[in-house]
């Protein structure tokens, strides 16, 4: 096989590299401390004692263990790990942001507000609607924004009465838990065999006690939910809003907008569609866009522009609050809007294209191999992401999704999303993103078809797998609860137990 290997090898902690620790106190450590309280002052610190080129090393070496967007595809399914353009971090890195202090008088800002305000406005445009907070810091902070702001709506309208939200079953988990934090009971509707709503089971669903439909369109399958306005007409009709949750947006950007499929609110994952980087569960931005008649309920200040002038406009009339300090997160904010300035109304449109294009023809070598189903109508057009079933291959062979996903890593590739959505048994959900070539796609399906061989035939290594990496099996639940699972953890500990 060709192609995108990288190297791989164990490194010791910085601790272990060094044969000494650095001597402590420090022989001016007198003249440093000396307006220091004594209080605070450390007896003893053990530092790791190296030479420069060797911690060079070590970080260079921990950095090519990591896997990256910039090494190669991260098909993480509902994620849209796209690549985050350099041009972004110049600009950033180059115009004194960080000489800007937020309290500063916003006569001083006047042009980080404008960039912020034209930000505002092509979301708005992009999808659709009328008005827009960049506040959030997330999806999810988008979603509890935007259903706080479908609670207050309701209040204020003497509705009070209205404490369901409705949500397909095949929703992102945040859904039922941001409505949820809002106070609501959540109310599911079961998708048809073509994976969209069931429209029967929606009527059902709907009452003078429905608040409101929370929608991803694509949804998590990566069908478009083409009955959508229909959808709304029958939530609208009982006084219930319509929630978009924007993470698939990279799907339809600049060809199909939420306002125009009669959405109320929006949330924009910037870190998903607009190439900023998503982080570590953070930081990112989850702007939220609503309709002329949810304005005043937007969280404060939103920035207007009064006299030539941009400020901040804190009276909004039945404002749900703040939900970030200050303006929100300007970094994420910033790279988004030059990410837009870049690609422009046509490069926005055709990177929705080439990765709805992308998807679809991984989708076609995949779905031929052997232990692969695609669940739900095979006729049904897939966007940008698709879905398919491992679960032929682990009743054939034992091997299941998360071993396929463990092996692929051996091949020095990122495994796609695993076990969701919830309603795919074995779930394997694959998002290209317009960021890949023809090659990796081609690699990428070299490598899944090389590993469902191997399930077949060799089993054992796909269910120990990874073997290639520095890093073996983990055990799932330990691995996921990093506090007593890090190295700085454990070596901590290991030090503590010696001392005793
Ligand atoms: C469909 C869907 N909705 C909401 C979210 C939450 O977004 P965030 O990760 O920005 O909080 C995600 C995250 O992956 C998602 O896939």
Partial sequence: MTGFHQARWAEPLIFDLSGSTAPYPHENIEELTKYLPKDIIRESLEIPNISEPRVAKHFIRLSQMNYSVDLGMYPLGSCTMKYNPKIADEIINNCNLEYIHPDQPIETVQGLL????????????????????????????????????????????????????????????????????????????????????????????????????????????????????????????????????????????????????????VHVNLHKTFGTPHGGGGPGAGPICVNDKLREYL??????????????????????????????NISVLLRAYIYIRRMGRKGIAWM?????????????????????DLPFNKDVPRKHEFVISLQRLKKDTGVTALDV?????????????????????????????????????????????????????????????????AIKRVREAEASRPSSMAPSYLWFKKRSMAKL
């Fill in 352 to 372: 929705s294209k080439i990765a709805v294009l992308n998807s679809n023809y991984l989708l076609k070598k995949i779905s031929r191999f052997k232990g692969v």
């Fill in 114 to 265: 404008k960039v912020l305000y034209d930000l505002a406005k092509y979301l708005c445009e992009i999808t659709g609607m009328e008005h827009c907070s960049l506040q959030p810091a997330a999806g999810a902070q988008g979603e509890l924004t935007g259903v706080l702001i479908m609670k207050k709506y309701h209040i204020t309208n003497n509705m009070d009465y209205k404490d369901e939200v409705i949500i397909p079953d095949s929703a992102h988990g945040t859904n039922p838990a941001s409505a949820k934090m809002a106070g609501y009971k959540v109310v599911e509707v079961p998708s048809n065999e073509d994976g969209k709503v069931d429209i029967s089971a929606l009527r059902d669903a709907v009452s003078e006690r429905t608040a409101g439909l929370m929608l991803t369109n694509p949804n998590t399958l990566g069908i478009f939910e083409d009955r959508v306005l229909e959808m709304a007409e029958i939530i609208h009709e009982v006084d219930g809003l319509m929630y978009y949750d924007g993470a698939n947006l990279n799907a339809i950007t600049g060809v199909a907008r939420p306002g125009d499929m009669k959405f109320d609110i």
């Fill in 299 to 328: 969280p404060v200040p939103i920035i207007t522009k009064k006299d030539g002038k941009y400020v901040l406009d804190y009276e909004l009339k039945h404002t749900i609050g703040r939900v970030h300090s200050f303006y929100g």
């Fill in 405 to 469: 996903a463990k092996r692929l890593l051996d091949f020095g590739v990122h495994a796609p999303t695993i076990y969701f959505p919830l309603i795919v048994n074995e779930a394997f959900m694959i998002e290209p993103t317009e960021s890949v070539t023809k090659d990796e796609l081609d690699y990428y399906a070299e490598c899944l078809l090389n590993v469902l061989n191997e399930s077949y035939s060799t089993p054992e290594i796909v269910k120990s797998a990874p073997h290639n990496l």
